[in-house]
DNA sequence: TAAGATTGGTTTCAAATGTAACCACTGCCG
DNA sequence: CGGCAGTGGTTACATTTGAAACCAATCTTA
């Protein structure tokens, strides 16, 4: 699928190497840097936030706010729409099952199949956490004008498709 | 990739159908999450870059690229400048002893103090790494116009800012 | 100057995460 | 049918990570 690409990117990238002097590297402008450290502090305390209260973990909150749009998912619809892998989705599964969060169901047209639905008390919860999460994302927005919540949206667009690329044509190789 | 499954498509079409409640999250709108998954993307990446080919983790990357720029420096000095914490940053020394990329010297002064620098062989590595690091992010801000990472740099301070509040202050309490 | 409080740094233990192997079922092709 | 490749999902194991306990040296203060 993408294998005629591979040695194009390589080319480029060697291009950018030669340009560039062994200077010293700052850290603190460094993007790959903040973004990490920008999404960590974010994840954490909107983590701590619902984690403390109803005994969620990151990936288990997902699945729910997935479940919550859209009803009937299996695990492997879960994958697809999260980005997440098939482990973690398992394992937010049976923390979800555990908390009687989620009901599971034989799909018997596929027996292999099971699908996944917020249970009332699932709903509930969904419900209670989904004002406090926009409630932090409204308040990390709140730092920002209209126009650059626009600007931040499409060029995490951007990011995110070049990352993307990376991670399918195998940089460095 | 797979054949078209028509069972498949219509398992997809049934859940999408599903209306989608005024007040959903949506999450692949949501901030945070999206922070999450560009900055998984790139931090792996790149690390398997340099990971592979030096033996090194991101942490342990970290205290190269400051101690490149700051020699002798404590591992408490580095806490303050990584935002990484003790525990990591032990671990990372303790990698970057093995492999002999750093020294650790005493501080008579206080001999609680043990002071860091790179090593020849250090200081190798990391004029071999910078370039790399600096190649993935000119690649990266190679989708972005002039303008936009401007807009891109004074966004994330604004948000950093925003987030360390919440974890001095404690938000939601 | 001795007791407690603080600081630098490491160790220990539990939880979170990733990788690979694995079972059960389905779909395909002879 | 019967075998075998592919899929949905879980389990097992190894590695990473974080929290808290810990040791040793220093600072404080009475």
Redesign the interface.
Known sequence: ?TTDNTTKVDR??NA??EA????????EK??????????????N??AQ?YGARFDLTIPAW?VM??L???????AA?LVE???MDKVAISRAVSILLKNDYITRSEDL??RRRQVLNLSELGRDVY?RI????????N??????SDE?RK??D???E???????D??NRG??D
């Open positions: 699928m480029e990238i950018n190497l560039v002097r062994p200077d010293d590297l700052r850290l460094f993007l790959p840097y903040r973004l990490s450290v920008l999404s960590n502090r974010v994840s305390a909107i936030a997902r706010a997935i919550g749009r859209f009803p009937n998912l299996s619809d729409q999260t980005a047209a596929d419900e989904v004002p406090l999460a926009q409630q932090y994302e308040d990390l927005m709140g730092s920002l650059e600007q931040l499409s060029i995490i951007k990011l995110m498709s070049r990352a993307q990376w991670a940089l460095m």
